[in-house]
C-alpha cells in the first residue's frame, strides 16, 4: 500500500532564512504528489501539485518542490520564510488515476521565529 | 466563487447518538471526499463520490456512511457514536480526478 513519510514533525526556523520540509513516499507507479498547508482553526490549502511534466514545481507564496524519482522524494523549499509561513505543512500522494484518493503523511510543523 | 462550506462547524456529541455532516462543494464540482483527521491517527480517507456515486473507500467500520445529492452536496453520517469519534471531519471537493482538491474549514465533532 501506498504510504507518505514526513520525516520532520517540527522544524523551527528564523524568518528570513531558507527552508526545506522533507517528504518520500513509497511507490515506484505513477503517482501524483500534492503539498498542503494548514493554519490554525482551517481547513487545508494547497500549495502546489505534481502531476506529471517538469520534475520542478513552482506553488503559492513562494513555495516550489522537487519531484525526484530516483529517491522518490518530494521535498518542499522556499527560500525566505516569513512569520506568516507559521503551520502545518502536509504531504500527500495519489497513485489511483481513477479517483482522488490521497494519502498523507503526518505532518510537519513550521514554527518560523522572528 | 464560493468555497467548499462545512455545516455546522462544532459539534458536540454523546456516545450512542448519531450524527450526520454536510458539505457544500464548489459550484462545479462533482467529486466530494472525506477525510478524518486527529491527533493520533492524522489525516485518514473516509470515502469518496462522484456523480452520487461511492467510487472509493477507505478503512473505517460501517458506522462511517455517506451519500451525494444531485447537486453534488455530499452528507456524512456516523451512527452509535464513540469516543474514538472525536475528530475534525474535512470535505473537499474537486472537479474530477486528480484535479486540485478544494478543503472546507471542517467541522469539529466532540464526543463526550
Known amino acids: 500500500a501506498q504510504s507518505v513519510t514526513q520525516l520532520d514533525s517540527q522544524v523551527p526556523v528564523f524568518e528570513e532564512a531558507p527552508v526545506e520540509l522533507r517528504c518520500n513516499y513509497s511507490s515506484s507507479v505513477s503517482v501524483y504528489l500534492f503539498w498542503y498547508v494548514q493554519y490554525p482553526n482551517q481547513g487545508l490549502q494547497l500549495l502546489l501539485k505534481y502531476l506529471s511534466g517538469s520534475t520542478l514545481v513552482k506553488g503559492i507564496n513562494g513555495f516550489e518542490a522537487e519531484f525526484n524519482k530516483s529517491q522518490t522524494s518530494f521535498h518542499l523549499r522556499k527560500p525566505s520564510v516569513h512569520i506568516s509561513d507559521t503551520a502545518e505543512y502536509f504531504c500527500a500522494v495519489s497513485d489511483d488515476g481513477a479517483t482522488n484518493k490521497l494519502i498523507f503523511g503526518t505532518g510537519t510543523l513550521l514554527a518560523v521565529q522572528p | 466563487k464560493a468555497g467548499v462550506t462545512q455545516t455546522p462547524r462544532y459539534l458536540i456529541k454523546t456516545r450512542g447518538q448519531q450524527v450526520t455532516l454536510s458539505c457544500s462543494p464548489i459550484s462545479g464540482h462533482r467529486s466530494v471526499s472525506w477525510y478524518q483527521q486527529t491527533p493520533g491517527q492524522g489525516l485518514q480517507f473516509l470515502f469518496e463520490y462522484f456523480s452520487e456515486t461511492q467510487r472509493n473507500k477507505g478503512n473505517f467500520p460501517g458506522r462511517f456512511s455517506g451519500r451525494q445529492f444531485s447537486n453534488s452536496r455530499s452528507e456524512m453520517n456516523v451512527s452509535t457514536l464513540e469516543l474514538g469519534d472525536s475528530a475534525l471531519y474535512l470535505c473537499?471537493?474537486?472537479?474530477?480526478?486528480?484535479?486540485?482538491?478544494?478543503f472546507g474549514d471542517g467541522t469539529r465533532l466532540s464526543i463526550l
Open positions: 473537499a471537493s474537486s472537479f474530477g480526478s486528480n484535479q486540485p482538491q478544494h
